[in-house]
T-cell receptor, first 110, second 121 residues
Framework: DAKTTQPTSMDCAEGRAANLPCNHS???????VYWYRQIHSQGPQYIIH???NNETNEMASLIITEDRKSSTLILPHATLRDTAVYYC???????????FGTGTRLKVLA | GAVVSQHPSWVICKSGTSVKIECRSL??????MFWYRQFPKQSLMLMAT?????????EQGVEKDKFLINHASLTLSTLTVTSAHPEDSSFYIC?????????????????FGSGTRLTVV
């Protein structure tokens, strides 16, 4: 299973862009990268996913490097409600399991 | 969007009793459901994969006789914590994979329930 590595914590000023990096150097050719976030005491919420092209939706943008060994989740204008733990996941081939890493605890500051 | 309902949201039980947690996909059929547990300030740990109509597959170190999983229909999976003890107190979360997921490309990823906080006293 491809493993992911993320910084333990980050702070971001309200209204500024939050850039959350993820390393997934062992990712295989057709494995997708998924991003979820978990607000305290709730189930994880899907944010975005991608394979090799950059992706954007109403919540965030996902930038994937050309070699696919890392990616960055961008929250363009962070709000206090974006304070959460953000998980970068590479889905296991064949078993379809999500294996969660430690995630990044993002704190948006007023 | 896809919704997964998890019930109860919290439960307190006495040591030695059993507790059942339900996970339902409300507007889609789930061929596979996953069960996780999460201790305070830690990440989610996958416990087992539940496939409709077949036996669940447990992760290494998870006792299958203690955590009974049943996935009798395409919209319902249950986790029963048997003979619960205080160390089983945790946050339990399920997620569901849409039956229409036919490959690496998912329509929005898996959907998670809101979790069940179990406290064993």
């Amino acid at each position: 299973d491809a493993k992911t590595t993320q910084p333990t914590s980050m702070d971001c000023a309200e209204g500024r862009a939050a850039n959350l990096p993820c390393n997934h150097s062992t990712i295989s050719g057709n494995e997708y990268v998924y991003w979820y976030r978990q607000i305290h005491s709730q189930g994880p919420q899907y944010i975005i996913h991608g394979l090799k092209n950059n992706e954007t939706n109403e919540m965030a943008s996902l930038i994937i490097t050309e070699d696919r060994k890392s990616s960055t989740l961008i929250l363009p204008h962070a709000t206090l409600r974006d304070t959460a733990v953000y998980y970068c996941i590479v889905r296991s081939r064949g078993t379809y399991k999500y294996i969660f890493g430690t995630g990044t605890r993002l704190k948006v500051l007023a | 969007g896809a919704v997964v309902s998890q019930h109860p949201s919290w439960v307190i039980c006495k040591s030695g009793t059993s507790v059942k947690i339900e996970c339902r996909s409300l507007d889609f059929q789930a061929t596979t459901m996953f069960w996780y547990r999460q201790f305070p300030k830690q990440s989610l740990m996958l416990m087992a994969t539940s496939n409709e109509g077949s036996k669940a597959t447990y992760e290494q170190g998870v006792e299958k006789d203690k955590f009974l999983i049943n996935h009798a229909s395409l919209t319902l999976s249950t986790l029963t914590v048997t003979s619960a003890h205080p160390e089983d107190s945790s946050f339990y979360i399920c997620s569901a994979r849409d039956i229409d997921d036919r490959g690496p490309e998912l329509r929005g990823g898996y959907t998670f329930g809101s979790g069940t906080r179990l406290t064993v006293v």
